[in-house]
Structure formats: structure tokens, C-alpha cells
């Protein structure tokens, strides 16, 4: 995992696309993300001078705190999934079984679903399973499928 570290860069707007936006420093042109969140809490304009610290990432910096003129902004950047509860594997199982599969192995929790990896018929299938229960998705997958090997091959 890279060592992303806090940055503060200061400069003059260039280039806005809703809350990403271009920062044009003494170092060069830096892409900045402020979230839609952040977007909401500072209207930028174009020209303005700005000072921004955040976690550089390896294509943008991810703006944290923002000053424009006399005003300063802490921006919360939270994981877009988090606001997502907790949810049972165990709901994912079942209905995997109630649509005649079987499944293999464990469910693998996405933010808004569950994949699970079922058989039916001696074919497998990906299923993506709602947190809710409801399949929404289902994909054939090969039996040398890279993404499920440990799975099949056990």
C-alpha cells in the first residue's frame, strides 16, 4: 500500500469539474478533489486563490481543509460505502439456495451487495446479492475464473 502523506499546496484556480479542481502552484498544475460534501460547504470560482491541504494520492490530492479568501473548510473524506450497515452473509446464502444454487465458499461483501459464487447444474455462477437478499446480477463464470480460483479449487 503507498504512504500517502498530507500536503498543502497554495495557488490559483484554473480549471473547475463540480468538486474536482485545478490548483496552478509554484510546482505546477495539481488536480484537487473536495467531494460533493465539500462542494457544498465552499463555492469556488475561477482565479480565486486558494490554500488546500489533504492526502496525496497518485492523481489528485484529496482536499481535507480548504481556505479561499477569509474562509476555511474542514471536508469530512469518508469512504463512499460507509454509510452503508452492517449486513448478513447468512441472508446472501439463502437466497443463493432459494434460486437453486449451491453455494462455494464464503459470500464476499461489497459496499451494496454480496458476491457469492454458486452451482447449479454443474455451471458456475456469480451471483450479486442485494443486502437485502435480492439477486440482482448473475454471471457465468469459467472453472479457471482468476477471480474465484482459491474458491474452485478447493
Do not use: C
Amino acid at each position: 500500500m503507498p504512504d500517502h502523506k498530507l500536503k498543502t499546496i497554495a495557488g490559483k484556480i484554473t480549471h473547475i469539474f463540480a468538486h474536482r479542481f485545478v490548483v496552478e502552484t509554484n510546482e505546477g498544475s495539481m488536480l484537487a478533489d473536495m467531494t460533493p460534501k465539500g462542494l457544498e460547504q465552499a463555492a469556488l470560482r475561477l482565479g480565486d486563490a486558494i490554500e488546500i491541504e489533504g492526502e496525496m494520492k497518485p492523481s489528485e490530492l484529496k482536499v481535507s481543509r480548504l481556505t479561499v479568501g477569509k474562509t476555511t473548510v474542514t471536508i469530512d473524506q469518508k469512504k463512499h460505502h460507509e454509510h452503508h450497515g452492517d449486513a448478513d452473509p447468512k441472508t446472501a446464502l439463502k437466497s443463493a439456495r432459494n434460486a437453486g444454487y449451491e453455494p462455494i465458499g464464503d459470500p464476499r461483501r461489497k459496499p451494496k451487495h454480496f458476491e457469492v459464487l454458486g452451482r447449479r447444474d454443474n455451471k458456475l455462477t456469480e451471483l450479486h446479492i442485494e443486502l437485502d437478499g435480492h439477486i440482482r446480477k448473475k454471471k457465468d463464470v469459467a472453472a479457471d475464473d482468476q477471480k474465484w480460483r482459491d474458491v474452485i479449487s478447493n
